[in-house]
């Protein structure tokens, strides 16, 4: 479809049993083209289109037509209108259909602007057309109203194009397709599909839309580790995240000793949040840096070890600790939980001596992962394998030593919905 004309406006209407309100739409809109919605059948409404000679009546109770056609009354000039046969009672179909229409008007004349009324035609298309008209930015929804003695129609004569309030319905229609990754933790997804939302008008809906673009902008954040500007973008809306404001503050005081354990049980969490989107790899290397890393922070905590530099004599005989070329002892993460079984508390000590094979078990999987070293990723079935042992052992001890540490209660995950009012 090419138009020679020159296209600012289009309208798209709805046509059914009465003429009076797409006269009123054509007269107010004074569009450049005009696409009429029509029924088909023997009873469609085509016919006030393309009818020939009188083919409308003034009144339904009217014996006889006794009026051309809409163009005709209207005085469109031929080659600014077309027909578009819809059936009467599919919305299914009438949507599809003027969606196609709009994804080619869009396309062809991105500058123009395109009205929807969905006033004419049976239910079904007018539900179609509305429907179809709030997917897309670009379409403006009108209705031709007026003054009313009953529902049957308008008082003739007091009719006019009027802005359908369709804002809270399209908004909350994107809104709601916007955050849906929030439920699989798929934050920055949510962060990218709202910058590409309009920002509405009322206030009510523009707060729900700052605050949302805000959370998400800060659990993205969170999710990289960028706890510093989680928390500034997420700490105006303390009332609604408690529980996570709470926990922000121990991963941001550097220097508490409630710090380390608190990252610890972060990256925990980040880990669980990398298994449920099925990105197993990711979550298998981030097992590792857990396991080594709790590993060394009960070092440092119980025996003031550093795995980066361990003196000699904190290294008990069965245990093998090569220097590198300037002399340092360096404790990789087998070597570190080895020498917890020596410099430990008593429960560390009993984990490090009941789980080593463990260990060197799940961390082949590891090794063999193509994040590591190998070319084999990493399965759900080993996953869920790996994760079952940390649930009976790993996690149980990181627990009770945080709170050792002064942890009163465990953080929580990240949340999965926004709450609203």
């Known amino acids: 479809m090419s138009l020679s004309i020159e296209v600012k406006k289009i309208l798209v209407c709805t046509v059914g049993g009465s003429h009076a309100p797409i006269l009123q739409a054509l007269k107010d809109h004074q569009p450049d083209y005009t696409y009429f919605i029509c029924s088909d059948g023997k009873q469609g409404s085509e016919k006030q289109i393309n009818g020939q000679g009188k083919c409308i009546k003034v009144s339904p109770k009217d014996e006889k037509p006794s009026l051309p056609n809409i163009p005709t009354q209207a005085k469109l000039e031929e080659g600014t209108y077309e027909c578009l046969i819809v059936p009467s009672d599919n919305p299914d179909e009438v949507h599809h259909k003027c969606c196609s229409l709009f994804e080619t008007l869009i396309s062809k004349y991105p500058d123009a602007t395109i009205i929807s009324d969905y006033t004419g035609g049976t239910k079904s298309m007018t539900a179609g057309l509305l429907l179809s008209s709030l997917e897309y930015d670009r379409i403006e929804p009108f209705l031709v109203s007026g003054k009313r003695s009953n529902l049957d129609k308008v008082v003739d004569g007091t009719q006019i194009s009027l802005p359908a309030n369709v804002e809270r319905i399209r908004f909350g229609n994107q809104w709601n397709i916007a955050m849906a990754p929030w439920s699989h933790f798929g934050y920055s997804e949510s962060v990218v599909a709202l910058e590409n939302i309009t920002a509405p008008v009322s206030d009510e809906l523009r707060s729900t839309y700052i605050d949302s673009l805000a959370a998400s902008r800060a659990f993205a954040a969170w999710d990289r580790f960028n706890h510093e500007e989680a928390y500034r973008l997420l700490e105006p809306q303390r009332s609604k995240f408690v529980e996570h404001i709470s926990a922000l503050r121990f991963l941001t005081f550097d220097g508490d000793k409630k710090q380390e354990p608190s990252r610890l049980l972060d990256l925990k969490l980040n880990m669980l949040r990398r298994a449920e989107r099925q990105l197993f790899d990711d979550a ?63 429960a560390t000590r009993n984990f490090a001596k009941e789980n080593g094979r463990k260990m060197t078990s799940y961390l082949t999987m ?56």
């Open 284 to 346: 298998v290397g981030r097992a590792y840096r857990l396991l080594e890393w709790t590993a060394q922070w009960l070092l440092r905590r119980d025996a003031d070890i550093d795995t980066g530099n361990v003196p000699e004599d904190k290294v008990p005989d069965s245990l093998v600790i090569h220097p590198n070329k300037d002399g340092i002892l360096k404790a990789g993460l087998m070597q570190a939980w080895a020498l917890l079984e020596t410099h430990g508390n008593e």
């Open 366 to 421: 590891r090794n063999e992962s193509i994040l590591a070293h190998g070319y084999t990723p990493v399965s759900e079935s080993d996953w869920k394998r790996f994760h079952h042992w940390m649930e009976e052992g790993l996690f149980p001890l990181l627990e009770t030593q945080a709170k050792e540490s002064g942890i009163k209660k465990m953080p929580v995950q990240l949340p999965t919905s926004f709450p609203s009012k």
